[in-house]
């Protein structure tokens, strides 16, 4: 795999990225990307150093080594030492729309229904406006953070006693 971004540090981005490695208080992934990034840098002491090297040396991939040089060469050494910032991760699910999920689950079951499903509840948010869109899954993954089960007969409500005759 041959180099698509060279890796050219100045001697203060060197000692700065050397000092991170030597005082080692920092997280996990900024000591490994600062050391394929001095490993990556255009000296005559890492001439023999190759991707497949480093990547042996730091147990990391080729596309893990070329995202370090790669954000290195366009955005510089810190966001070379960080992760790359995720931009799509944002929750649906905040303490509103987990609040109306369990008033709909503790409600009394749609018409023709014993109980809420996880799609009927999904349904009803949408219904009712509280978000655009949410998938049973998302429903039940909050469902399942709270003790509330839909699945069990005592969930603190008194049981009917009809129905255990």
């Known amino acids: 795999m041959g180099k698509k971004y060279y890796v050219t540090l100045s001697e203060e981005e060197r000692s700065y990225v050397k000092g991170i490695i030597q005082k080692g208080k920092t997280q996990g ?66 303490g509103k729309v987990e609040a109306h999920i369990v008033a709909i689950a503790c409600s009394e079951a749609p018409e023709g229904r014993e109980h809420w499903t996880l799609q009927l509840i999904a349904d009803e948010l949408v219904r009712l406006g509280v978000v655009e869109s949410i998938s049973d899954t998302a429903v039940m993954n909050t469902l399942k953070k709270t003790s509330l089960s839909l699945g069990k007969r005592r969930n603190g409500v008194f049981p009917n006693r009809e129905r255990n005759l």
């Not at 490994?32 to 840098?41: E, G, M, R, V």
Request: charged share 30%.
């Open 29 to 94: 992934y900024r000591i490994k990307h600062a050391q394929i990034l001095l490993k990556l840098d255009e000296i005559p002491e890492n001439r023999n150093w190759t991707i497949d090297k480093i990547g042996e040396a730091y147990q990391a991939g080729h596309t893990a080594i070329s995202n370090v040089a790669k954000r290195f060469v366009h955005e510089g050494v810190e966001s070379a030492l960080g992760r790359k910032e995720q931009q799509n991760r944002h929750r649906k699910i905040d």
